[in-house]
Each structure stands twice: as structure tokens, then as C-alpha cells.
């Protein structure tokens, strides 16, 4: 017999730039994320997690924060897949775009503000040779 009773959500966090992993990192997902996952088991109407912002604030994770720090781009995802437990939402960053000190990179349901369902502070400066894919693995598992 399975014990169901308790569970877990896991998000790792990988950055790749020009095809090689430059960080990965297994991080908390904020509280609001948590909620945003329990409303959508009855409410339909918030929006997926559909964008990623990069940010400039380098201030330690909290699962009580909201929002970034200093975000400074925003982009839709380019994809998302999902097989069993665990779901994929990938984005790629063009040459051109956000190059700047990146100190953390974010995963939101809204084109602006909305629900930040993870947040994880990096250090990485991206130039215009770089093209950046960032990946949020969101595990669903039994404990």
C-alpha cells in the first residue's frame, strides 16, 4: 500500500548559456506560489505560469516575498512540457536581450506584478554573445 497522506513539491532551477550549464540550484517556492498551486485545484481563472523576469537584487530568498527586487526584463516562456510528475517550463533569452547583472531570475503568472511562484538569487553577467535558456523543474513526488 502507498501512504499518499503527505507529498512535496520540488523546483530546480537551471541557466544555460550558449549550451552550457552555468547554474543550477534546488530552491524554495515562495509562499504565494504555494497558494497560487492550492487555488488552481478549484479556481480556473488564474493565469499558468507563463513568464520568467530576471532581476538586479542580489537580497537572499524568502518564501514571503512577492515580487523581485529590482526586475529589470520579463519574457513569456517558450515552452512547457509535462510527463508524470514533473513539468518543464523553459525560456530562452536572446542575444540582445536583458544583458545586464543578473541577481535573480523569478517564474510569474502574469505579463507584469501577478503571483511570483519562485525566485532564486544567481550571479551571472550576460552580454550580447550570450543566448541564455533557463528551466524551472517542478517535481510533484510522495514523500
Not at 519574457?75 to 541577481?103: F, M, P, Q, R
Not at 503571483?115 to 510522495?142: L, N, P, Q, W
Request: glycine share 8%.
Amino acid at each position: 500500500m502507498i501512504n499518499r497522506e503527505k507529498g512535496k513539491v520540488n523546483c530546480i532551477v537551471r541557466v544555460y548559456s550558449n549550451g552550457k550549464k552555468i547554474f543550477e540550484a534546488n530552491k524554495m517556492i515562495m509562499n504565494a506560489g504555494l497558494e497560487l498551486l492550492a487555488s488552481r485545484l478549484y479556481n480556473n481563472t488564474d493565469n499558468y505560469l507563463g513568464y520568467v523576469a530576471i532581476g538586479t537584487d542580489n537580497t537572499a530568498e524568502d518564501p514571503n516575498q512577492t515580487a523581485l527586487g529590482n526586475e529589470i526584463f520579463r519574457k513569456a516562456v517558450t515552452s512547457t512540457t509535462h510527463s508524470g510528475g514533473v513539468t518543464t517550463i523553459t525560456v530562452n533569452i536572446l542575444y540582445t536581450e536583458a544583458n545586464d547583472n543578473w541577481k535573480e531570475i523569478g517564474l510569474f503568472n502574469d505579463s507584469t506584478g501577478g503571483v511570483m511562484f519562485d525566485r532564486v538569487v544567481v550571479d551571472y553577467t550576460k552580454t550580447d554573445s550570450d543566448y541564455v535558456t533557463i528551466e524551472f523543474e517542478i517535481t510533484f513526488a510522495g514523500v
